[in-house]
């Protein structure tokens, strides 16, 4: 059978998918619960187009001069709303305010994460908030193109493979394309995650109306909460405790590709990149207030430029830059291969989430 590159290298950026002119790559959930391109060969004409935009093996190597700094939000709410320092949507709002759409990762109705796109600033809370799964790209850099092509400010964001895949699927720049990656600790499965949400559900005898993976109204920044709300309730859980973020923070249940990540690097090509600002209360304690505050790396001189569309609304500090990353290792370093553990996937069928924590986790730790 055909293929675009290796499959444990494959990061599922989906630019293949997005640039093919026969809609020969259809993508498939292998057995782990990761999602892959495949080829129909009864359709494709062998142009080499998708692997031309494949990121992995067109990767570019960025020589830029990052500058690091700690802003947060003026504006409570939106902080508190938001998983760090409520950054993210000041930018974002400028976008639209200036007739251009943001992409970013949204939960559907059965809380599969999307990428969409928003034009509006009454729907933005529903990309705001940081989401532990791998976004389905669908037909998004296609549809950032025809905004591009049209003239539209757009501002892209994702995980840096989804930013690389986008730039690989465009071929070049544009003058009215903003692009804001993140620093990524990994995406886990999402057959461990429909799992997860079988469970909980059952657990908790409702059916979930939305979720937070980052709720800081209880206990605050550093001690978040993970958050589901149903008809009649909200159940609130310490992220050490909730037993799919203890799975995700194991590094147990990762996408192959995130235990060697290309993209982990000092050098982006983003503009921006997005973080929480992890050992600020050291760095610069008098920012720390507990209601969260962003790392913001500049990589680009419209990265730049976005700084000054917010910087009326937030409260900002420029850092040095490897002091700033130091307590984010994730920004260029990927985790350990040794931590993955395959046979979590043979047992999810048999076992519920108690039983996978007790065999995989509580286990190993003994």
């Given at each position: 059978m055909q293929k675009i590159c290796n499959k444990n290298d494959c990061c599922g950026c989906l630019a293949c998918k997005n640039i093919c002119p026969k809609n020969a790559i259809y993508i498939k959930e292998d057995e782990q619960g990761f999602e892959y391109p495949k080829i129909n060969s009864q359709i494709c004409i062998n142009c080499g187009l998708c692997k031309n935009v494949c990121p992995i093996l067109n990767g570019k190597e960025e020589k830029n001069t990052p500058n690091a700094f700690a802003i947060y939000n003026k504006n409570t709410e939106i902080r508190m709303e938001s998983s760090s320092g409520g950054i993210f949507t000041e930018i974002a709002k400028q976008i639209i305010n200036d007739e251009g759409i943001v992409f970013g990762a949204i939960f559907d109705d059965k809380f599969n994460v999307l990428?969409?796109?928003?034009?509006?600033?009454?729907?933005?809370w529903k990309i705001r908030g940081s989401k532990y799964l791998q976004s389905k790209i669908g037909d998004t850099y296609k549809q950032a193109k025809k905004e591009l092509e049209n003239g539209r400010k757009v501002l892209f964001t994702g995980t840096p493979c989804q930013i690389e895949g986008l730039y690989t699927y465009l071929g070049k720049d544009y003058e009215n394309l903003y692009t804001q990656?993140?620093?990524?600790?990994?995406?886990?499965?999402?057959?461990?995650?429909?799992?997860?949400?079988?469970?909980?559900?059952?657990?908790?005898?409702?059916?979930?109306?939305?979720?937070?993976?980052?709720?800081?109204?209880?206990?605050?920044?550093?001690?978040?909460?993970?958050?589901?709300?149903?008809?009649?309730k909200q159940i609130s859980i310490d992220h050490h405790e909730d037993l799919y973020m203890r799975l995700f923070l194991s590094d147990m249940?990762?996408?192959?590709?995130?235990?060697?990540?290309?993209?982990?690097?000092?050098?982006r090509r983003s503009d921006i990149t997005l973080a929480d600002f992890w050992g600020i209360d050291e760095i610069l304690p008098k920012m720390n207030d507990e209601k969260g505050t962003s790392l913001v790396i500049v990589n680009s001189k419209k990265g730049q430029e976005l700084l000054k569309y917010i910087n009326e609304n937030v409260y900002m500090e420029k850092v040095d830059f490897e002091e700033a990353i130091f307590h984010n290792k994730s920004m260029y370093q990927s985790p350990s291969i040794e931590k993955q553990n395959l046979e979590i996937y043979h047992d999810i069928e048999r076992l519920d989430m108690d039983g996978i924590v007790k065999n995989f986790l509580e286990n190993n730790d003994k």
């Open positions: 990428h969409k796109g928003i034009d509006n600033i009454e729907n933005l990656d993140l620093i990524c600790h990994g995406v886990p499965s999402a057959k461990v995650w429909r799992k997860y949400i079988e469970y909980r559900e059952k657990q908790d005898s409702g059916k979930i109306q939305k979720i937070s993976f980052r709720n800081k109204y209880n206990k605050g920044w550093n001690n978040y909460q993970t958050c589901f709300e149903y008809e009649d249940v990762l996408r192959p590709s995130c235990y060697s990540c290309k993209f982990k690097k000092k050098h």
